[in-house]
């Protein structure tokens, strides 16, 4: 019998979170990343990992936007989803949700490969925001879940290299200006998903780049890597080499054996394979091993502590088991990013499938259970094979696809459309152009920016040197001016920014997203009472312009929490009260707005009131990683114990940032 792989169309439906609109405002604040050391750490590490550590580090998020727009609120909602399939394993994919592997079903034993999330949350985990737990997802960009955790991919049908059916993923970063592609095929015969990976930079110059391939699993395991040796990374900013499998007398290949949330990078030795696997008490669970380009192996754990399980239950839904990830990337740590010279191209090829090999017992030796653990790899997917098929794969890598299953966003055409790059295998066609793209189509067209109607907040920036080029000799209207300053800011002209703005207030039809930004350089600058007058300003003009309908509501949200904040800190509390009165009712009743109204009453000398706030309940949907906000405020109220539904603490309670 002819065993065929499928490639199928399908719905998946889950309890589900509206992600909502993105923030209106542009992300001009220096990137606060929970993953860095301080520079003084660095000196204890291998040269090149330190060298790494220091190269194409991210410092803002522009050209895109904040995903913050989600909350806690959960229906039924159908998400599109492709099925790989053969006799061996089902592979659920979701495009719309950056082609994230939702399941990996192994079919003989019926048992699932993954943790599988029978929710989807969104949370503030994302370098942009919005992302969600489970499954494996790709992560490219810079240190952190990537920013397309949420965003459509583009998804075809291309021949594999045995002649069955390949799922071709691709999508244009934005971070980098990266082009990359993910191909996922199931070879016959095999238990095994081979999935190659191609990150290509078609610049004239240097790109740093990242990628790391996240597993989330039942935290109910052992996890097994080669190696006697591990560069711990915990919420306190510290990378030191640990010993592996104890660490402070406790295994910690054991996830629930940690107190607190922590990455563990896996020191595997030149020369050895490159593989990662997470079984249970019964040595069942799954394998990943990849070719030896995407040399790193890391472990996360969320521990065991109180706001290690907060997170779990805020991720998914009361009832569901804990999960942890086993990881694979391009360096040792996650802390680094690798550079890819011009005009050249980095791939690999990957394979996730189940392993059945004894997990070892207390006290037993770490380097036999590893071999042995190995040595059972190689016999179900030998070392060779998987050269062999990375091999066989570049020779599809270019093929164009047989057919389109699903879109992704219109930023590559447009790229494409500048600069007349010829990308084989992953084509960017002009017909996924949309509206966020359209005035600036027609500024690469005309050398103009289209005026922008004054009843909706400014689009996106484009921020690239050759967009800001075109930005500098177009004719010099409010809206490009903003546009300008935007694109001067991220460049690392300030004053040039500055002036940009000043600039688009004398005739802009309205003046708040100019404000905004003057007010944000500002801040940045320690000007905090001059900060103060122009939020209240911004917000005032919004609030006389805004028109009917969600995005007006949204703008208004995001500035006026901003506002408040600089409002505050510059000690203008009744002012910063004045805001607060002007907000929406329903976006006052908001958990992130919740809490700043606490913060509100104990800055008016009311914590009693703040209190309040506090007992009656509130979830932040839009928390965010590592950060400690609640706790503060709690601490500034009472002396009384941070209640467990406001501990999200990832770091011990004694360790001050």
């Known amino acids: ?67 913050d727009g989600y909350g806690r609120h959960r229906a039924p909602r159908e998400f599109d989803a492709l099925v790989l399939e053969n006799d061996r394993l089902e592979v659920t994919v979701l495009p719309g949700l950056g082609g994230r592997i939702a399941s990996l079903l192994h079919k003989p034993s019926g048992r699932e490969l993954l943790y599988r999330n029978p929710v989807f949350q969104p949370a503030d985990f994302a370098l942009n925001g919005a992302w969600y737990s489970g499954g494996i997802e790709w992560n490219i960009g810079a240190t952190g879940h990537t920013t397309l955790s949420c965003a459509p991919l583009h998804a075809a049908r291309v021949p594999a290299p045995d002649g069955g059916p390949m799922l071709r993923l691709w999508e244009w970063e934005r971070l980098r ?80 054996n940690s107190g607190h949330a922590a990455d563990w990078f896996y020191d595997v030795p030149d020369g050895r394979r490159r593989w990662i696997a997470a079984l249970d008490a019964e040595g069942h669970g799954l394998a990943q091993t990849s070719t030896d380009v995407l040399r790193g192996r890391k472990l996360f754990v969320w521990g065991s502590g109180t706001g290690g399980r907060r997170w779990q239950e805020w991720l998914t839904e009361p009832g569901t088991g804990g999960y942890c990830e086993i990881q694979a990337g391009l360096a040792r740590t996650q802390l680094e990013h690798v550079r890819l010279e011009a005009e050249s191209e980095i791939s690999w090829l990957e394979a996730y499938g189940p392993l059945d090999c004894a997990p070892g017992r207390p006290g037993e030796d770490w380097a036999d259970v590893v071999d042995a653990a190995e040595a059972r790899l190689e016999e179900v997917l030998p070392r060779a094979d998987v050269e062999a098929a990375y091999t066989a794969w570049r020779g599809h890598a270019d093929t164009e696809p047989a057919e389109i299953l699903s879109a992704g966003s219109g930023w590559g055409a447009l790229e494409v459309l500048r600069t007349g790059w010829k990308l084989p295998g992953t084509p960017f066609a002009e017909s996924t152009l949309g509206e966020a793209q359209a005035p600036w189509r027609e500024l690469l067209r005309t050398g103009s920016l289209p005026g922008a109607p004054s009843v909706l907040p400014p689009g996106e920036t484009l921020v690239a040197p050759a967009w800001r080029d075109m930005l500098e000799t177009a004719p010099a209207t409010p809206l490009a001016e903003y546009h300008l300053g935007i694109a001067q800011w991220h460049g690392g002209d300030r004053a040039q920014a500055v002036r940009s703005w000043e600039r688009a207030l004398r005739h802009a039809p309205q003046r708040w997203p100019a404000l905004r930004c003057l007010a944000v350089a500002d801040e940045e600058a320690g000007h905090r009472t001059r900060a103060a007058e122009r939020y209240a300003e911004a917000f005032g003009d919004l609030c006389a312009r805004r028109g009917p309908g969600e995005p007006w509501v949204f703008a208004a949200a995001a500035l006026g929490r901003e506002a408040i904040t600089a409002l505050l800190a510059a000690g203008r509390v009744r002012e910063a009260r004045g805001v607060w009165d002007r907000l929406d009712t329903g976006t006052r009743a908001r958990g992130r707005f919740r809490l700043i109204e606490a913060t509100l009453l104990c800055a008016e000398g009311r914590p009693e009131r703040a209190r309040a706030v506090f007992d009656a309940g509130f979830e932040v949907a839009d928390l965010r990683e590592g950060a400690e906000d609640i706790g503060r405020l709690w601490s500034r109220l009472t002396d009384e114990p941070l209640p467990e539904r406001y501990d999200f603490r990832m770091r011990p309670k004694t360790e001050d940032r």
Do not use: C
Not at 11 to 28: F, H, Q
Not at 43 to 61: C, K, T
């Open 177 to 256: 200006d990266l082009p990359f592609q993910v191909d996922l095929w199931l070879p016959d015969g095999s238990d095994f998903l081979h999935v190659g990976v191609r990150v290509r930079n078609p610049h004239e110059r240097p790109v740093p780049a990242y990628w790391w391939s996240n597993t989330a699993v039942p935290e109910e395991r052992r996890v097994l890597a080669p190696a006697e040796d591990a560069y711990h990374f915990g919420y306190e900013r510290r990378l030191r080499k640990v010993p592996v499998p104890e660490h402070d007398g406790v295994d910690r290949t054991y996830p629930l």
């Open 1 to 67: 019998m002819v065993i065929v792989t499928t490639i199928r169309r399908a719905r998946v439906t889950l309890p589900a979170a509206e992600l909502g609109p993105d923030n209106p405002l542009p992300p001009l604040r220096t990137l606060d990343e929970v993953h860095r050391i301080e520079d003084r750490d660095k000196e204890d590490l291998p040269r090149d990992m330190a060298r790494q550590i220091g190269y194409g580090p991210l410092h803002g998020l522009l050209p895109l936007r904040v995903r």
